[in-house]
């Protein structure tokens, strides 16, 4: 039994938290200085210059991975059908987008925090 199919809402966010977890970690932290690509820049970045900034550029840059990986991805397809086939879609996919975005911010985070990257650390992963 799917949780996406016949979970609760709960069950559903942290199904999209975990495929935001998992987008994010194949993703470097930017750099200082990184601007996105214009093709994915859908926020209008500026340049990084702090962890605030990194977090605007890495979100631009996480969504257009897993906006990609969506388009491909076969287990994706399956979250689609299951979402689908629930009597609360439009909720279910609400509670899945807030996941993903979840899951994004607390791998950059950890990953931070971790890291003291924008805090004169070296440590870009």
């Known amino acids: 039994m799917s949780q996406l199919a ?14 935001g977890w998992c987008a994010a970690s194949n993703i470097d932290l930017p750099d200082i200085g990184t601007v996105p ?14 962890e605030n ?33 629930r009597p609360d879609t439009a909720q279910a996919w609400e509670a899945f987008e807030a996941g993903v975005s979840d899951g994004l911010y607390q791998n950059f985070e950890e990953r931070v925090n971790r890291s003291g ?5 070296t440590d870009n992963a």
Do not use: M, N
């Not at 690509?37 to 702090?50: E, L, N, Q």
């Open 53 to 85: 900034t990194a977090w605007e550029v890495f979100e631009v840059i996480a969504q257009h991975y897993q906006e990609t990986a969506r388009l491909f991805g076969t287990e994706f397809k399956g979250y689609v059908q299951d979402i689908d086939s």
């Open 37 to 50: 690509r214009k093709d994915i820049d859908w926020k209008g970045c500026d340049p990084v210059t702090d």
């Open 6 to 19: 016949y979970g609760t809402l709960e069950a559903v966010r942290s199904i999209g938290s975990d495929w």
């Open 117 to 121: 990257f924008y805090q004169g650390g």
